[in-house]
């Protein structure tokens, strides 16, 4: 006998509000590219030298290649979960919730690692206005966190239209410095007889990819949450048309920035021996940049600007995070109260169990007696390599999704893509997880100590079962109806048949 089954009326939800601009605001407030080259092409400067750029070229080839699998899974994949869902219907529901597991980390300590540098800016800034003050790193990021849990408290709307003016008036001062700096070395006016020259491509002897690679952790940091706009699938008007473009847009600005910052930091600083060592050693090439060839005054703004810029990915990663443990928790049923939302339709308890994951990274960091500086790299090396983790099951989960399902029309020579995209994500975790010294060494185990851990709750009795029937449960426009009890069949929705072609071949 047969059962017809109706769609059941959606459960309230996630508000669906926003727009392209909206989600694309949401995906570069996240990456937060101001505040990322405040620090990060010093980073990557010093391990390639006067050829840090490369660390960017490179990872902006693999990032595009990686996002080709985003961006055609979102066309038929709209969902709070981002690559939990993703990967889930693609390679299965455990699969799915190791990569959310995953995704939730890498967002959460990448918030913090970020919520500490911004205690770097803000030291700074009092320094350069004038007062004589050091406060202890903890207490500026606990402040900080504080005023993200209660902005990440409104509406959707309300955060994505704070990240993206964050990021616009930043990266109009920063872009205001890379044009002045690229000028005056072009038309010789620059201190120190520095000039533009092709300089900025050439690496140091006996560099080969391996290096590069090893480098590339900066470039991968630098565009971690490019995929962002994925997580607000239940909250975009269209989200199916809305969230490719949003990411192609992410991706697009944020790349021609970094370029543009890092050609004009490394000829900025110079290329020769001494300049490269003062750009590596700089803890704030914006205001140092700005001091020789602007004034005073264009460093204190890029300084604040970075502070703000930082604020913008804290908010931004941790309001991420949040979205995911919601759509973790509706879903398997586990801690049912973190699924609640407010009345403006915000995640607010996951957001506060985030909050205090992200305290307790904080602490423990302060506890190891390390420096913002160390503490903020070591936060946000982690936060890297479980990021490229979840990058490389979603990979997978796209290469089966649009070439062996037979559900997407996709021309097959296009598989090279997305391998070509795995084999440089796994190269640049092999490359950060071996031969490194403590406590980098260490990292890699910290990050599959977590996996372990996602993966042991995935044994729960009945728990992939209720993963598989809300993945499959949902409808054509990604809003996911309530978990299924274990044993009953799902609900189709509009245009999806009940089984979404999502296989538990992990079991």
């Known amino acids: 006998m047969t059962t017809e089954h109706h769609p059941t009326p959606a459960a309230p939800g996630l508000k669906r509000e926003l727009k392209v601009a ?166 010789g006016a620059a201190p120190a007889g520095r000039h533009l020259s092709w300089d900025f491509l050439a690496l140091p002897s006996g560099t080969d990819v391996g290096l590069i690679a090893g480098a590339a952790v900066f470039g991968f940091l630098a565009f971690a949450g490019f995929e962002g706009a994925a997580t607000l699938g239940e909250e975009t008007s269209n989200p199916k048309r809305d969230i490719p473009k949003a990411l192609k847009i992410a991706i697009v600005v944020v790349g021609a920035f970094y370029l543009l910052s890092i050609i004009a930091q490394s000829l900025g600083y110079g290329t020769s021996a001494t300049g490269v060592k003062q750009f590596a050693g700089s803890a704030a090439p914006y205001g140092d940049l700005a001091r020789t060839y602007v004034g005073t005054w264009l460093a204190d703004l890029l300084t604040l600007a970075a502070v703000v810029s930082l604020f913008a990915i804290f908010l931004g990663t941790l309001s991420g995070a949040a979205r995911v443990l919601f759509a973790l928790s509706r879903d398997t049923g586990l801690a049912r109260p973190v699924s609640k939302l407010s009345a403006q339709g915000s995640p607010v308890n996951a957001l506060s169990v985030v909050a205090v994951v992200a305290v307790l990274i904080v602490i423990g960091e302060r506890l190891s007696g390390a420096a913002v500086l160390d503490a903020t790299y070591w936060a946000l090396t982690v936060g890297t390599i479980a990021l490229l983790v979840a990058y490389v099951l979603a990979t997978v989960g796209a290469v089966r999704f649009l070439f062996f399902s037979g559900r997407a029309a996709t021309p097959k020579w296009q598989i090279v893509i997305p391998v070509l995209a795995l084999a440089l994500v796994l190269y640049t975790i092999y490359k950060n997880a071996v031969g490194l010294e403590a406590p980098y060494s260490w990292f890699p185990y910290i990050v599959a100590a977590w996996l372990l851990i996602g993966l042991a709750i995935t044994f729960r009795t009945g728990l992939v079962e209720r993963v598989r029937a809300a993945l499959t449960a949902s409808t054509g426009t990604g809003q996911e109806a309530p978990p299924a009890a274990p044993g009953t069949a799902p609900v189709g929705g509009p245009d999806r048949p009940a089984r979404d072609g999502a296989e538990d071949v992990v079991r």
């Open 22 to 187: 909206d989600a694309a605001a949401f995906s570069v407030g996240l990456i937060g590219p101001v505040g990322v080259m405040a620090l990060l092409g010093a980073g990557a400067a010093g391990i390639l030298g006067r050829g840090a750029t490369w660390a960017f070229v490179f990872a902006l080839v693999a990032v595009s290649l990686v996002a080709y699998g985003f961006v055609k899974l979102s066309r038929h994949i709209a969902h709070t979960g981002s690559v939990y869902a993703t990967v889930g219907l693609t390679l299965g529901a455990r699969a799915g919730f190791i990569a959310g597991w995953a995704l939730f980390f890498a967002y959460v300590t990448i918030g913090a690692g970020s919520g500490i540098e911004i205690s770097l800016f803000v030291t700074q800034l009092l320094n350069d206005l004038g007062l004589d003050v050091a406060p202890d790193w903890i207490w500026i990021t606990v402040v900080a966190l504080a005023v993200v849990v209660l902005l990440g408290r409104r509406e959707v709307h309300v955060i994505t239209r704070s990240l993206l003016y964050a990021e616009l008036i930043g990266a109009v001062l920063v872009t205001i410095l890379n044009v002045v700096v690229l000028v005056r070395l072009g038309v």
